[in-house]
């Protein structure tokens, strides 16, 4: 799950507000009994193992709490929010610690401190507080630019007094400054805040932590006020976090209501399901997302309160499921945050073009190598991941919205060979020219004392290649690329061979001829004790050229052809897409199929999530034959997303859970070749 590690808080004094649903909690007044019974039921959860607290005035109940607090082992966070807010007998200016009057602002820093006290006595980890009012911008921006060093003069005096506080308690920690942001709207049920709008709040942070150098200093980012915070018309949204990412303290889960016809209009903290909330749980999850993919590693508190006659406890157990839901999802768990791979980290130019210059000096290395290298004995004992690296020869280079991506040999060889070092990967199946780039490198690992990346792998020969892809005769996809007798002599494992059903147009009878080259091609698998992987595609034509059609009924009627062709089927496998209704595909034949990823998206959730369902379809489904999916899986390592998909393929792991193994690879071994092949000579002639 998301955020599995981070703190769980819960705003108890917003959740539990005072018996029938008073405010005597945000008043420090609450009954004791009270007081217990929510910290206890807070406990009781097994979820939680923080709490945020205000104030208690008595100090007898003060400090049965702070017993009670650490009977539960409870993160204690001291919020001074409501002091501030509540503002009881009006004695300090609504400005608060940004005051530009030098009096007021100095009477709210004092409260503020004797609130921090409080905050040492029940030993807590956090102090919270809040800027004070906004001053408007009636006479100009002069007065929020005077506020601005108000706040931050305030802060400092804060952050000193703590300091001294860390040395009287003895601290080995020192306590959290956090300043939470809120809305600078002056309306009904607003807050009508200073801070403040996420750039002011980041500026601000940047001076306290980056030039003053109180490290112990951060913000509060609350999703309820993400929609109450404006830049102009538009409100907030979830890049604020990645703004401030490396001052953020601590962030709040929460429900706000925009619509000002309704009665919790503004910053009420309704329930996690309040139908007219603004926090839907896509928003939700892109929350809890976002905060996954900075590396968040602070608390993650719960603000909700409940309303008319609504129940505390459900409140939170509301509050509970929906953020569980949420954190669940694969694509929330899968955060790629600031990683980048990078291919010529792993695969440099010095290297690539060693492969040109033993081409040149040493080509016959290359069926050395094909007849010397350990194969891999049949039958095979598990499900198969097999690298599909065939695209550049039929006229596909394109990658997103790249056309050129796939063009980039170095680029290309090094996403190739960056999967095939590791053992999860089963083998590849290719074109020539890259096998033969594959069995030069290979050479020069083991000649330098590394480890082959080619023996015991299945490697499979791709055949037809002619229909080039765009073309008028694409349909007509002749055998360009291996002839069966030249893998069988490499002592390749297998031969692959697609065949795409175009019965609309006048291409027809081209396909009609490709069906027929593939039924030869198992005929001659079979004479040379060859595996025949035989992809099926039932095709429509369209102004961008052909598409797969993507329907199970299409799919079932295309793979009865296939494994139709030839003298026998003992050795096809079939290649075919994932599509709805899979169980019906994988009932269609006897044989093992494998599935294939399509055109990358960009995203390794969609192929994971995919696979997981594909390989539940039936005991048949062997496996998966993927290629750009996985060698371009947007900014990730290419490794890494196959290993999520081996956990898929080989241990018939979860999506939740592979996603998660997947993160926890990333980068490793990327030394490989250069460890190798740069700091040592190598043999090329």
């Known amino acids: 799950m998301a955020l599995e590690e981070n703190l769980k808080s819960l705003v108890t004094f917003m959740a539990f507000p005072g018996p029938r649903l008073g405010r005597s909690a945000q008043l420090g007044e609450a009954p004791e009994k009270y007081l217990k019974e929510s910290i206890d039921f807070v406990a009781k959860t097994n979820f939680f193992n923080a709490v945020e607290v205000t104030r208690i005035k008595d100090p007898v109940i003060r400090a049965n709490m702070t017993k009670l607090y650490k009977k539960h082992k409870f993160y204690v966070t001291y919020c001074a929010q409501p002091v501030q807010l509540i503002n009881e007998d009006n004695l300090i200016e609504p400005t608060d610690i940004s005051s530009i009057n030098e009096l007021e602002r100095k009477n709210a820093v004092t409260r503020l401190k004797e609130c921090m006290d409080e905050a040492y006595e029940i030993g807590a980890k956090q102090f919270c507080f809040l800027s004070g009012e906004d001053p408007g911008t009636e006479g100009g921006l002069g007065q929020r630019n005077s506020a601005f060093y108000a706040l931050l003069k305030s802060i400092r005096e804060l952050c000193e007094y703590a300091e001294e506080k860390d040395k009287e308690y003895k601290?080995?920690?020192?306590?959290?400054?956090?300043?939470?942001?809120?809305?600078?709207?002056?309306?009904?049920?607003?807050?009508?805040?200073?801070?403040?709008?996420?750039?002011?709040?980041?500026?601000?942070?940047?001076?306290?932590?980056?030039?003053?150098?109180?490290?112990?200093?951060?913000?509060?980012?609350?999703?309820?006020?993400?929609?109450?915070?404006?830049?102009?018309?538009?409100?907030?949204?979830?890049?604020?976090?990645?703004?401030?990412?490396?001052?953020?303290?601590?962030?709040?889960?929460?429900?706000?209501?925009?619509?000002?016809?309704?009665?919790?209009?503004g910053d009420t903290h309704v329930s996690a399901d309040y139908t007219n909330g603004t926090v839907t749980p896509e928003v939700l999850a892109d929350f809890i997302k976002t905060l996954n993919e900075i590396n968040f590693e602070g608390g993650v508190g719960f603000e909700y309160m409940p309303h008319g006659r609504q129940l505390s406890e459900s409140v939170v157990n509301i509050a509970v499921a929906a953020?569980?839901?949420?954190?669940?999802?694969?694509?929330?768990?899968?955060?790629?945050?600031?990683?980048?791979?990078?291919?010529?980290?792993?695969?440099?130019?010095?290297?690539f073009f060693m492969l040109t210059d033993t081409k040149l000096k040493k080509p016959e290395i290359i069926m050395e190598k094909y007849k010397s290298r350990k194969i891999r004995p049949k039958p095979y004992d598990s499900n198969l991941l097999i690298i599909a690296a065939d695209h550049p020869g039929r006229n596909v280079t394109q990658v997103g919205d790249d056309p050129y991506l796939m063009g980039d040999r170095q680029q290309y060889i090094g996403r190739i060979v960056r999967t095939l070092i590791d053992d999860r990967v089963d083998g590849i199946m290719t074109t020539p020219d890259i096998l033969d780039d594959l069995m030069v490198l290979d050479y020069l690992v083991t000649e330098a004392g590394g480890k082959s990346f080619v023996d015991n792998k299945i490697l499979i020969g791709c055949t037809n290649r002619g229909g080039l892809q765009g073309s008028e005769y694409e349909m007509d996809d002749r055998i360009t690329a291996y002839r069966i007798d030249e893998i069988a002599e490499r002592k390749l494992d297998g031969a692959k061979m697609m065949f795409r059903i175009d019965l609309e147009t006048r291409q027809a009878r081209y396909s009609q001829y490709t069906v027929e080259r593939c039924a030869n091609l198992i005929r001659e698998c079979t004479k040379y004790g060859l595996e025949a992987y035989i992809e099926p595609l039932p095709v429509r034509q369209t102004r961008d050229g052909y598409v797969v059609k993507m329907e199970y009924g299409e799919l079932i009627k295309t793979i009865g052809i296939a494994t139709a062709l030839g003298g026998t089927s003992e050795r096809t496998w079939l290649k075919v897409p994932y599509v709805d209704n899979f169980e019906m595909v994988a009932r269609s034949t006897s044989n093992p199929i494998l599935l294939l990823g399509g055109a990358s998206t960009g995203k390794p959730t969609d192929i994971i999530e995919n696979f997981e369902k594909g390989m539940?379809?039936?005991?048949?489904?062997?496996?998966?034959?993927?290629?750009?999916?996985?060698?371009?899986?947007?900014?990730?390592?290419?490794?890494?997303?196959?290993?999520?998909?081996?956990?898929?393929?080989?241990?018939?792991?979860?999506?939740?859970?592979?996603?998660?193994?997947?993160?926890?690879?990333?980068?490793?071994?990327?030394?490989?070749?250069?460890?190798?092949?740069?700091?040592?000579?190598?043999?090329?002639?």
């Not at 939470?180 to 801070?195: G, I, P, S, Y």
């Not at 489904?621 to 890494?640: H, S």
């Open 171 to 265: 601290r080995k920690k020192a306590l959290k400054i956090t300043l939470e942001t809120f809305d600078r709207l002056d309306d009904r049920n607003m807050k009508h805040q200073f801070m403040g709008p996420t750039n002011e709040a980041r500026r601000l942070a940047e001076t306290l932590v980056d030039e003053d150098g109180y490290t112990n200093f951060g913000l509060l980012y609350d999703l309820s006020h993400m929609f109450l915070l404006r830049e102009g018309f538009e409100h907030e949204n979830t890049e604020s976090l990645t703004v401030l990412a490396p001052y953020l303290n601590w962030a709040h889960i929460a429900n706000s209501v925009t619509d000002k016809e309704d009665e919790y209009y």
């Open 323 to 351: 953020y569980q839901e949420a954190a669940q999802q694969i694509d929330v768990n899968y955060a790629i945050g600031g990683y980048r791979f990078k291919t010529r980290r792993f695969l440099p130019e010095k290297v």
């Open 616 to 685: 539940g379809a039936g005991p048949n489904v062997k496996g998966c034959m993927v290629g750009r999916n996985l060698l371009y899986p947007g900014f990730d390592d290419p490794l890494a997303v196959l290993v999520g998909v081996s956990r898929i393929v080989h241990e018939q792991d979860t999506a939740e859970d592979a996603v998660k193994v997947l993160a926890e690879q990333r980068g490793k071994n990327m030394d490989f070749l250069t460890s190798l092949l740069m700091m040592k000579p190598t043999k090329t002639g």
